[in-house]
């Protein structure tokens, strides 16, 4: 069973940058998967925040577009958001995880996921 390791979190200032990883292990297929990040903040349902597909084809949600980038290492089984120019609305806990079969309805993206979740790094943006 493939699991996921996601670091990296914490908190920062408005404007600040961090750069979550997310570490696949257990598995063979990562190279094989569109990987995706998502977030949950408290009160709020959890939401795919970008995703990379096995190539280079990177997709973000409207609130992280031109701040958030998705990258993937396929070598180290790692996927990674670099996030810059950050917002108090970022503060969440990040996921990430394989996906399948992603559709935009009504603006936000679905994108159900392959395997159990992993911990998540927790993101806190001051203001």
């Known amino acids: 069973q493939v699991q996921l390791v996601e670091s990296g979190g914490g908190l920062v200032q408005a404007g600040g940058s961090l750069t979550l990883s997310c570490a696949a292990s257990g598995g063979n297929t990562f190279s094989g998967d569109v990987m995706a990040w998502y977030r949950e903040a408290p009160g709020n349902q959890r939401e795919v925040v970008a995703f990379i597909s096995v190539g280079t084809t990177t997709i973000y949600a409207d609130s992280v577009k031109g701040r958030f980038t998705i990258s993937r290492n396929n070598a180290k089984n790692t996927v990674y958001l670099q996030m810059d120019s950050l917002k108090p609305e970022d503060t969440a806990v990040y996921y990430c995880?394989?996906?399948?079969?992603?559709?935009?309805?009504?603006?936000?993206?679905?994108?159900?996921?392959?395997?159990?979740w992993g911990k998540g790094t927790l993101v806190t943006v001051s203001s």
């Open positions: 995880n394989a996906i399948k079969d992603p559709r935009k309805v009504g603006g936000v993206w679905n994108a159900p996921p392959l395997y159990n």
